[in-house]
């Protein structure tokens, strides 16, 4: 299996390469800290498998660069992992059509062991979560309108983006309050963002 690693800590990348050349019927091709660099670096080095982070140098989304591997060499195999707990994160992966996702929290044998899985084509994922931890679901057009509240848009751009009208975003806020039991839209995106739930800024698109 060829092996292509983008993962933006050094010393993360780092052992993982070690771990995956020390199997014999693996071999690390390349290494990214950036994915932007990863569609060409497919095309140049045709790895079997990608094992991609979801954020890397460069505010890069691991999800976008999936996305364009899969559209560009649909062959390629791709896992997905990330280390943050974001609500959003595993839909994003499978919108994406990357082929597996893990947590990094995962060991070593368990990660090489979905990597040799997914080559055969079998896919893994986690159980998706629409919801904040500690609360009903939100369902994903609520999801998107507080991730941009996250991102500081206001109401009138949150509409326009979303393709509502302001009057509909402001029940949709409302709709969220009263699931989450917060009095404030903003209180509740600082909280989502300081847990990890939400990170702004890091989409498929």
């Known amino acids: 299996m060829r092996v292509l690693i983008v993962e933006d800590q050094v010393m993360l ?3 993982l ?3 995956i050349a020390a199997q ?3 071999q690390v091709v390349g290494k990214l800290a950036d994915a932007s660099q990863a569609l060409e670096t497919v095309e140049r080095t045709l790895p079997d498998l990608v094992l991609m982070d979801v954020c890397t140098e460069n505010d890069m989304s691991g999800i976008a660069a999936t996305r364009a591997i ?3 060499r649909p062959e390629v195999r791709v896992v997905i992992m990330t280390g943050m707990p974001e609500v959003t994160f595993v839909r994003q992966a499978r919108d994406a059509h990357a082929d597996s996702f893990v947590y990094k929290n995962v060991g070593t044998v368990e990660l090489l062991s979905v990597m040799r899985s997914t080559l055969e084509g079998y896919s893994t994922y ?3 979560r629409r919801d904040l931890p500690g609360y ?3 369902t994903d057009e609520e999801l998107q309108i507080l991730r941009l509240v996250c991102e500081t848009k206001s109401r009138r751009e949150i509409a326009a983006e979303m393709l509502l009208s302001e009057g ?3 029940r949709r806020i409302s709709d969220i309050l009263a699931k989450t039991g917060y009095d404030s839209v903003m209180k509740l995106a600082v909280h989502a963002v300081s ?3 939400i990170v702004p800024g890091i989409k498929g698109e």
């Open 168 to 170: 509909t975003v402001k």
């Open 24 to 26: 014999d019927d693996m």
């Open 17 to 19: 390469a070690m771990a």
């Open 195 to 197: 847990n990890g739930w």
């Open 126 to 128: 986690p159980t998706a």
């Open 70 to 72: 899969k559209e560009a």
């Open 13 to 15: 990348r780092d052992s």
């Open 136 to 138: 009903v679901d939100l």
